[in-house]
């Protein structure tokens, strides 16, 4: 039902920062609580961080605590991801997520987008 395409992956040093975005198509985006998760080459796809379905409690892995920010604007059916103090550790690919409510298991996923950060 939800369709999601991110944007806004890129080329960064080590330092630099870097917003990703999540536009979403549907009528229960509002409804719907989204999630970022990631994957690096050779690696397994990992949570990165998590929003409810009206922006007021968010939850970050240990490895992002501190230099992530998710947020989402239900007027535009958007979610973001603010990525500061980025480490070549953080280089993968990127795919936000949808959830909806009473469900255990992300329902919808992005096609991803690339974030690769040099030394």
């Known amino acids: 039902q939800l369709q999601l395409v991110e944007s806004g992956g890129g080329l960064v040093q080590a330092g630099g920062s870097l917003r990703l975005s999540c536009a979403a198509s549907?009528?229960?985006?509002?409804?719907?609580?989204m999630g970022w998760f990631r994957q690096a080459p050779g690696k397994e796809r990992e949570f990165v961080s998590t929003i409810n379905s009206i922006g007021s409690t968010t939850d970050y892995a240990d490895s992002v605590k501190g230099r992530f920010t998710i947020s989402r604007d239900n007027a535009k059916n958007t979610v973001y991801l603010q990525m500061n103090s980025l480490k070549p550790e953080d280089t993968a690919v990127y795919y936000c997520?949808?959830?909806?409510?009473?469900?255990?298991?992300?329902?919808?996923w992005g096609q991803g987008t690339q974030v690769t950060v040099s030394s």
């Open positions: 997520a949808g959830r909806r409510p009473f469900r255990n298991e992300y329902d919808y």
């Open positions: 549907g009528r229960t985006f509002s409804s719907t609580a």
